[in-house]
């Protein structure tokens, strides 16, 4: 359903051969679905999944149920296959991880089944991922007015609640104030490539005018968002089953043929999964040396909606004659002639750089300065399972780096 494809790096980039919009940026071109056509069981999961788990009564409503959801048909179309994968990975999670104190190593193929066959349709892994917990879990209230905080909730929740409610929020407006961002870094890619400098310095513009608005909008997290009420009730859930301190074999996903009855090990949900930091990086040309981390977000790109993915690498083939990032010669061989050019480049640069700092604060004080009390949410860290706070310190520090030579 999901079909990659490629580009040169000579050919004009457009948005829509990638499935982004100008005004939404990664988040779907049509609201989610809020619910399956003829799929009572998993409906009802998603519904009164904060009741069951609050109860923890999931694993036991799942293990009465030889089938949550009817086969899986190709030909449903990708809406419903972004609900049901939204409905399934919230539903796996939350059965691995009712009881933090013994997490599940096996989820039944009641679940386990379709799960796998809606994931493999839409070339993603078998796991809750960022495009399933944010990009397609919305609704707005008022489906005239846009896609922002006050006008935006969740349609999928584990316990439900404010704070919770918010942390994806905040992910959501942010992916939609990316949309003019990208708009404005594909212009300025095929202007530097056609040399038409004046469009170059409004494609600039455009994406640090949303970069702006990003950074705003991360700024608000706090509000409404309480560090320990989201490392004690928002995180325990979103954790995977890589790296996992008490799951180190991973888990089962039963009766799925591929896997023979192997543990499969996947990473948790993350916000290193959106493409907006790493669409940035890749177009504006900012290398980051290897290191655990790098290497970390190269193997994100997997839990990416494959036509995002393809974005990112079209993005990172653009270079000029001298192998160098395409925006970045351009904008650097013209330091001199066209300071401004450079600045609003620059500008970019660092408001990239400021992003990255407040999440660093955030990472600080949402998860490494809270009191552990469980091994299966550890502090040490990252729901993807890695170590995270010297690394992304570093990738800071290559960002600011980036302009100074």
Partial sequence: VEATMTTSSHQSLSLAQFDLS????????????????????LNQIGAELPKFLTARQFRSFVNDHREVMGPVADDWGLDVFRCAMRTLSF????????????????????LALPWCAVAQQLGRPPVLSYA??????????DPQKPIELGNVV????????????????IHIDIEAKAGPGLVGLVQAHNAARDNMLDDVLQGLHALAAAQEAMRETLLRMP???DPYIYYSRVRPYIHGWKNSPSLPQGVVYEGVADYAQRPQQFRGETGSQSSIVPALDAGLGIP?????????????RDYMPPRHRTFLAALEARTDEQHRPLLYGYARDRKATHPDLWKAFCTCVDLLAQFRDIHIGYAE?????????????????GTGGTPFMPYLSKHLEETKRFTLD
């Fill in 132 to 141: 399933s917990y944010a990009l397609h879990n919305w609704r707005r209230l």
């Fill in 288 to 300: 980051h040396a290897d290191d655990p981390l790098t290497q970390y977000l190269v193997e994100m």
């Fill in 154 to 169: 969740l349609l999928q929740n584990f316990l439900g609640g404010l704070d919770e409610e918010w942390f994806v929020l």
């Fill in 91 to 110: 539903a796996g999670h939350a059965f691995v991880w009712e009881d933090p104190d013994h997490p599940a190593s096996l989820i039944p193929a009641s």
């Fill in 223 to 225: 509000e409404r968002c």
């Fill in 22 to 41: 100008p005004d939404r940026g990664f988040l779907p071109a049509t609201d989610p679905l809020a619910q399956l056509p003829d799929e009572p069981i």
């Fill in 365 to 381: 004080r949402y998860i490494f300065q809270q009191h552990q009390s469980h091994a299966s949410n550890p502090t040490a860290v």
